[in-house]
């Protein structure tokens, strides 16, 4: 009975153990790798989202120096032609 243990005990050393630490460690390459690659889809996705974001933002801006120029050299005239429209009759 106590060689049976002791062959027992062997071949858990020998055997299971490396393959338990096989298997485990197999898994945790390929749980890493798909981390990896979830990771670089939401990267890549962020950095479009960036670049849109930036694009808008410059186009606002274009329109908000036009609106600039439109307002700081026209700025007396367009007054003028406010009051203009106030004091014309309605048809």
């Known amino acids: ?5 002791f062959i027992l005990g062997f071949f858990f050393i020998v055997v299971a153990i490396p393959v338990i630490f096989g298997v485990v460690g197999e898994a945790h ?3 890493m790798k798909f981390k990896e690659k ?3 889809a ?12 930036a694009a808008q933002t ?3 801006e274009q329109r908000v120096r ?10 007396a005239h367009v007054a003028d032609e406010i009051e203009k429209l106030r ?3 309605l048809n």
Do not use: C, F, W
Request: no cysteine; aromatic share 6%.
């Open 58 to 60: 410059q186009r606002l």
């Open 42 to 53: 939401i990267s890549n996705e962020t950095a479009e989202k960036a670049a849109q974001y």
């Open 29 to 31: 390459r390929r749980h």
């Open 38 to 40: 979830q990771l670089q």
């Open 1 to 5: 009975m106590d060689k049976a243990y």
């Open 87 to 89: 004091d014309a009759p």
């Open 66 to 75: 036009v609106l600039e120029r439109i307002v700081t050299d026209r700025g």
